[in-house]
Nanobody, 124 residues
């Protein structure tokens, strides 16, 4: 499975961006998908995940109410809609995938496949 993330950029605080993660290769609707982010000098942290079976979602507390993860299985694409962006959201955002859901969906080690990352910069 290959993942290609896109949609990052520079935005002012309070603005919005939508990230996309297109999957190719041996893809199927059975893959759990997630977004992580990594700011300079910090560890990679969980942002959001979406289950393959019923589309149920999980979001980190820091982004709840502002970010929304969704998926379009027909297009093999996962999205991260980011609203009310803050300077502390500045990071490289990565999409990740694994076959089937895991109860430790928030751990980086759970995922087998990673995209290359897309930079999101929020100016104050």
């Amino acid at each position: 499975v290959q993942l290609q993330a896109s949609g990052g950029g520079l935005v002012q605080a309070g603005g919005s961006l939508r990230l996309s993660c297109a999957a190719s290769g041996r893809t199927s609707s059975s893959y759990a998908m997630a977004w992580f982010r990594q700011a300079p000098g910090k560890e990679r942290e969980f942002v959001a995940a979406i289950r393959p079976s019923n589309g149920a979602t999980r979001h980190a507390d820091s982004v709840k109410g502002r970010f929304t993860v969704s998926r379009d299985n027909a297009k093999n694409t996962v999205y991260l809609q980011m609203n009310s962006l803050k300077p502390e959201d500045t990071a490289v955002y990565y999409c990740a995938a694994r076959l089937y859901w895991s109860v430790i969906y928030f751990e980086t080690s759970t995922y087998n496949y990673w995209g290359q990352g897309t930079q999101v910069t929020v100016s104050s």
